[in-house]
DNA sequence: TAAAGCATGTAAGAGGTTACATGATTGG
DNA sequence: CCAATCATGTAACCTCTTACATGCTTTA
């Protein structure tokens, strides 16, 4: 997960670990505040298995990291493999390196993404219907009221991920203006 | 926190292992689908520490645990206790077990919440901020979908603890109507 | 020249996971 | 009686955290 977003970051060119810290920190990859303890081995690693080249930053005591094409490799890998067991953070990290995701597997991780989500909304509202029915020991009203909101935010999650994958589409087929119902269709399509 | 968890689902009335790592998975406290490998070694350490006594069940082979004076009292604690590494499932789970808790205090924890979620959103706004001057390098468009996302949702989360908490207050004060204003005072308040 | 912040690292441990092992009990 | 599920546990490992240690570089 964080050789993961290290791999990422490098993508779009060589930094020192301190650095990397402070960039995995802003908003765009979650304010993942990772600490030294963990970045330092990631680093190393992440050398070991070949992911990225250590060079020393002009003389200077910073050793600055290169992603190499073995890497680069990997990192494409991650960006398309479907899952792992933080899916929220995996999912947020993969979004926001998504420009480096070829166009044609964004949206199968996006409706990957929306399967996911609509098979807890639907375990949700199962649970609920359940433990209206068993009424032995009903639900008090904060828990009831956290599971409504955790079902609202999930809904709008979804309603959200429609947007994108509405507009990866639109992305796909550019400007080519729907025919009206009737009108003549192309030869190949007969 | 898992500790926790365990303590807040014996306060109900003693269980065994295996029977806890179903209700665990109950939607009441947030689908945690916790593993044996890490359910039993918590009892063991809850047990240790006093939190819990076991007791066999009727001759079977289940174990049932059962929650100690001292048990009541840490979970009482944890309850009231601010923050903790994972702020997002401890609070979830506080949520759930918001019936234990005395009522002055519940304010107290769902303002705590608040001031966190208010604090995350400035910060967000300020580093959407920030990334907009120094103009050098803009966000692509799914970084700012997902930023932009997770701030509805936080607002969102906002004004549901206003919510709470409102209705919090107004049980705090039972059925006394709000008084017109320019209407007599009551004799302590002048 | 002292303080603040840059920069890299190690050690110990918390808190989980997966995979494996074992045996009892229940239902078709 | 056989399979499924109940029930408990161990071993190895993974990922990350906190706390500590060290020394360089910039700036007031």
């Known amino acids: ?14 930094m ?45 005591r910073r050793k600055v990291y290169q992603l190499t094409p073995e890497g680069k490799a990997y990192f494409q890998e991650m960006l398309e493999e479907p899952g ?15 420009r480096y995701l070829d166009p044609d597997s964004r949206i199968g991780v996006l ?15 199962k649970s609920m219907k359940d433990s209206a029915n ?9 828990t009831l009221a956290l599971i409504n909101r955790s079902m609202q935010s999930t809904e709008a999650d979804i309603a959200w991920l429609d947007e994108l994958i509405e507009n990866e589409r639109a992305a796909r087929r550019p400007r080519k203006p729907r025919r009206a119902r009737g009108t003549t269709p192309e030869p190949n399509e007969i």
Chains 1, 2 share one sequence.
């Open 84 to 98: 792992s067991t933080d899916e929220e953070r995996a999912f947020t990290l993969k979004l926001a390196f998504f």
């Open 16 to 60: 020192h670990g301190y650095e990397l810290k402070r960039v995995l920190a802003d908003s765009e990859h979650g304010f993942w505040t990772v600490s030294f303890g963990s970045l330092y081995p990631a680093l190393r690693r992440l050398e070991k298995q070949g992911f990225v080249s250590v060079g020393t930053g002009g003389g200077s």
């Open 1 to 14: 997960m964080l050789d993961f977003a290290i791999l990422g970051i490098l993508t779009d060119g060589p």
């Open 134 to 142: 068993r009424t032995k020991r009903r639900m008090d009203d904060y």
């Open 111 to 125: 409706e990957r993404r929306r399967a996911h989500l609509t098979s807890r909304l639907a375990e949700s509202r």
